[in-house]
């Protein structure tokens, strides 16, 4: 079955600290990936996406992740958090075919000491 | 910047009872989508939505619930007879195109309290 793993249901970084967030996925073929943000009260944003090519992909508020075929990940990273990166981060697919829904994994909540 | 929007941002009902969440998507995009989230729970897809007919529905989308895009802007979820279960954050999304590299653009969200 399709299913999206986000192992670490919340997660506390210093600011100024690196962080990374883990994703896996299962799938039959490697799908559409992505990444969204939710701060509270707010919709989903989107962060990043990875559809083909370099496997190191950037994204908005200077985020990036990297798709590993061999271990079905697709971890987002940030160098260095700032205070307002505080929300629920969504790693999500999407199959490559003319499917159109989303699948999204369960959700990290990051917190931000100060 | 454009956006999509959904009213009410909050909406409380007694089971049993029909609400209709709405959603202005933007304004040149074609398909339309709804998901939920239960509190604590993943996102899950509702249904899809092209040229006045649903393009794909889950196993939630059931018999209770129907879509609607009753005029050239808004986008509507209608449940018939709410649940307790039903009670969740239902977020409307819009895309441009179907294809899978294409973004879907979320909105804020409803939050729906069935009592």
């Known amino acids: 079955a399709q299913s999206v793993t986000q192992p670490d249901i919340h997660i506390t970084v210093s600011e100024g600290a690196s962080l990374e967030l883990r994703c896996n996925y299962s799938?039959?073929?490697?799908?559409?990936l992505f990444w969204y943000v939710q701060s509270p009260g707010q919709g989903l944003q989107l962060l990043l996406k990875?559809?083909?090519?370099?496997?190191l992909v950037q994204g908005i508020k200077g985020f990036e992740a990297e798709f590993k075929r061999s271990q079905s990940s697709f971890n987002l990273r940030k160098p260095s958090v700032h205070w307002s990166d505080a929300a629920e981060y969504f790693c999500?697919?999407?199959?490559?075919?003319?499917?159109?829904?989303?699948?999204f994994g369960s959700g990290t909540r990051l917190s931000i000491r100060p | 910047e454009p956006e999509v929007t959904q009213t009410p941002s909050h909406q409380v009902t007694q089971m049993g009872q029909e609400v209709i969440l709405r959603c202005v998507p933007i304004?040149?995009?074609?398909?339309f989508y709804w998901y939920r989230q239960i509190l604590g729970q993943k996102v899950e897809f509702l249904v899809s939505?092209?040229?006045?007919?649903?393009?794909?529905k889950s196993e939630i989308f059931d018999d209770q619930f129907s879509v609607e895009r009753p005029d050239g802007s808004n986008f509507t979820l209608k449940i018939r007879s709410t649940k307790l279960e039903d009670s969740a954050m239902y977020f409307c999304?819009?895309?441009?195109?179907?294809?899978?590299?294409?973004?879907?653009?979320f909105g804020p969200g409803t939050r729906l309290t069935v009592l």
């Open positions: 990875y559809f083909s090519g370099d496997t």
């Open positions: 304004s040149n995009h074609l398909y």
């Open positions: 799938y039959g073929a490697t799908p559409y």
């Open positions: 999304a819009s895309s441009e195109r179907l294809a899978g590299t294409d973004e879907q653009f």
């Open positions: 939505f092209y040229n006045n007919e649903i393009s794909e």
């Open positions: 999500a697919v999407r199959q490559r075919s003319s499917a159109s829904k989303i699948i």
